[in-house]
């Protein structure tokens, strides 16, 4: 085989230029359990006075068992040791809330103990109190995929649906974690109130912040992935498919020759 055609090869086969792969760490999808279907994350436990119960939903058009709440209610995962560390994360919700209208806790970083942390606010997705988005794309009781991200240098970024929201830098530690632990939906204690019911279909944290291809490449809610999986979403620079495209020419043009060789 020619050299070309061997490094051509290779070359897509490891995905070497410009491929980013991040682990998925933990896979909560609520098919009557509140275990991860992938790696060693702890099973998510109930938080809150009322009941939490799994019910049958459409999800995206498609019938599917999720997590309902109450108002008050949530979820915790603890510890998030081994999940993913306090400051470098990505983590994924696919959930609904009844009551979208003032401030609806989505992601609570603090143990309760502050009012920051990841809301709904009147349709718009908003991390309290440092940045906020300019639209209004989360409506009640309508699925939407709600991605946080936080990367190496307290660069925080918010989507919903795969679009970005806002971004903003964490130098102050809003988006940290602190206790080793996470809480969906409840409310904190310190200005309590703002939650609402709801229900989830699938949560994901991810062990490093996702760029904004690989949010936007995302699945919502299909099948289990298998363990120790990783989202790939390889992408080619300018200079790399210029490189690609000429040694393609050279295959080409190294066949013709080849046709027309005496034996």
Do not use: C, W
Not at 139 to 147: D, K
Request: charged share 15%; glycine share 10%; net charge neutral.
């Amino acid at each position: 085989m020619p050299f070309a055609v061997r490094f051509i090869l290779g070359l897509l086969a490891f995905g070497n230029v410009g491929n980013a792969l991040a682990a998925l760490t933990a896979d909560y999808q609520f098919q009557h359990t509140l275990t991860s279907t992938v790696g060693a994350a702890p099973a998510l436990t109930d938080v809150g006075p009322g009941t939490n119960g799994f019910a049958i939903e459409t999800v995206d058009g498609k019938n599917r068992t999720v997590l309902t709440f109450p108002r008050g209610n949530g979820l915790q995962l603890a510890p998030t040791t081994g999940v993913t560390t306090s400051s470098t994360y990505t983590i994924v919700l696919l959930a609904r809330l009844l009551d979208t209208t003032n401030f609806r806790r989505y992601i609570d970083f603090k143990n309760g103990s502050s009012d920051t942390g990841l809301y709904n606010s009147s349709g718009r997705l908003v991390f309290y109190d440092f940045a906020q988005g300019a639209g209004t794309p989360i409506t009640a009781n309508s699925y939407r995929q709600v991605v946080i991200t936080r990367d190496v240098t307290a660069t925080v970024v918010g989507y919903v649906d795969g679009v970005q929201q806002f971004t903003f830098n964490d130098s102050g530690g809003g988006g940290i974690i602190t206790a080793n632990t996470l809480r969906f939906f409840v409310d904190d204690a310190t200005v309590s109130g703002e939650d609402s019911a709801g229900a989830v279909a699938r949560i994901r944290v991810f062990d490093t912040a996702l760029t904004p291809d690989q949010v936007a490449a995302l699945g919502r809610a299909p099948a289990p992935a298998p363990a120790g999986a990783v989202v790939p979403v390889p992408t080619l620079s300018p200079i790399a498919l210029l490189v690609l495209m000429l040694l393609l020419g050279a295959v080409v043009l190294a066949a013709g020759r080849a046709r027309r060789s005496p034996r």
